[in-house]
C-alpha cells in the first residue's frame, strides 16, 4: 500500500511564484512544481480496510473554505539543513481542519503525530548544502510573499516509495463548503409595516 497524507493543494499563480525561488543554492534538490502542497497529516502505509475507515471519515468532515497566503522562507534542521520551505499565514480555519484529521486519525487507532504542525511548502530538499549557503539563500529571500487564495477542497495523497518529494498521486478530494456570510438584515424588514384598516 503507498503511502497515504491529506493535503492542500497550491493554486498555479502561487506555484509559479514559488517555482522563482528555485536555484541559487547548491546541494538542492529542488521539488517539482506539480509537487507542491501543504501536508496536513501524515499517514503513512496502511492496509486497506483502514484506508478506507479513514476516507470514509475524511468525507464526512463539514468545514468553510478558507483563505491564506503564502509568505516567508525557512529551513529545517538549524545546525545541518535538511529542507527549504515556504511559510503560510496564521489561518485558524487550516489549524481547525488539520486538528479535525487528527483526530479523526487518533480515533480510527493511529498514533498521534509527533511533530507539532507548521504548515509550510517545502521547496527543496538538502543533501549537501553548506549551513553558510543556506542562510545566504534565505537572507535574499526573506521578503517572498503570494496573493492571498481560498482552498476549496483538501485531498488525500499516496507517494510510492522514493527518495522524497513526489511524484504523489491524488487518491480522494474532499470539498470544503463556501463560507457562510453573516446574515444580514434586509432593510425592507426594517421599513413599517402599512395597517390595513
Same mark, same amino acid.
Given at each position: 500500500?503507498?503511502?497515504?497524507?491529506?493535503? *492542500?493543494?497550491?493554486?498555479?499563480?502561487?506555484?509559479?511564484? %514559488?517555482?522563482?525561488?528555485?536555484?541559487?543554492?547548491?546541494?538542492?534538490?529542488?521539488?517539482?512544481?506539480?509537487?507542491?502542497?501543504?501536508?496536513?497529516?501524515?499517514?503513512?502505509?496502511?492496509?486497506?480496510?483502514?484506508?478506507?475507515?479513514?476516507?470514509?471519515?475524511?468525507?464526512?468532515?463539514?468545514?468553510?473554505?478558507? +483563505?491564506?497566503?503564502?509568505?516567508?522562507?525557512?529551513?529545517?534542521?538549524?545546525?545541518?539543513?535538511?529542507?527549504?520551505?515556504?511559510?503560510?499565514?496564521?489561518?485558524?480555519?487550516?489549524?481547525?481542519?488539520?486538528?479535525?484529521?487528527?483526530?479523526?486519525? +487518533?480515533?480510527?487507532?493511529?498514533?498521534?503525530?509527533?511533530?507539532?504542525?507548521?504548515?509550510?511548502?517545502?521547496?527543496?530538499? %538538502?543533501?549537501?548544502?553548506?549551513?553558510?549557503?543556506?542562510? +545566504?539563500?534565505?537572507?535574499?529571500?526573506?521578503?517572498?510573499?503570494?496573493?492571498?487564495?481560498?482552498?476549496?477542497?483538501?485531498?488525500? *495523497?499516496?507517494?510510492?516509495?522514493?527518495?522524497?518529494?513526489?511524484?504523489?498521486?491524488?487518491?480522494?478530494?474532499?470539498?470544503?463548503?463556501?463560507?457562510?456570510?453573516?446574515?444580514?438584515?434586509?432593510?425592507? %424588514?426594517? +421599513?413599517?409595516?402599512?395597517?390595513?384598516?
Amino acid at each position: 500500500m503507498p503511502r497515504l497524507f491529506t493535503a *492542500l493543494e497550491i493554486p498555479r499563480n502561487a506555484a509559479m511564484s %514559488l517555482s522563482l525561488l528555485r536555484g541559487g543554492l547548491p546541494g538542492a534538490r529542488w521539488i517539482d512544481v506539480e509537487n507542491y502542497h501543504i501536508t496536513l497529516r501524515f499517514i503513512g502505509d496502511v492496509d486497506g480496510r483502514t484506508a478506507d475507515e479513514i476516507v470514509e471519515r475524511l468525507d464526512r468532515i463539514d468545514r468553510p473554505e478558507f +483563505q491564506f497566503r503564502l509568505e516567508g522562507i525557512g529551513s529545517f534542521g538549524s545546525k545541518k539543513p535538511h529542507s527549504v520551505w515556504a511559510g503560510v499565514s496564521q489561518s485558524p480555519e487550516m489549524y481547525a481542519l488539520q486538528g479535525e484529521i487528527e483526530r479523526i486519525c +487518533q480515533r480510527i487507532g493511529l498514533p498521534p503525530d509527533p511533530r507539532k504542525f507548521m504548515p509550510h511548502v517545502t521547496l527543496a530538499r %538538502l543533501k549537501s548544502s553548506r549551513l553558510d549557503d543556506v542562510v +545566504q539563500y534565505l537572507s535574499g529571500r526573506g521578503n517572498f510573499h503570494t496573493a492571498t487564495f481560498t482552498a476549496p477542497r483538501f485531498v488525500l *495523497l499516496s507517494s510510492r516509495e522514493s527518495v522524497g518529494g513526489g511524484p504523489y498521486l491524488t487518491e480522494e478530494v474532499f470539498p470544503l463548503h463556501e463560507a457562510r456570510s453573516t446574515p444580514s438584515v434586509s432593510s425592507s %424588514l426594517l +421599513q413599517p409595516v402599512k395597517s390595513l384598516v
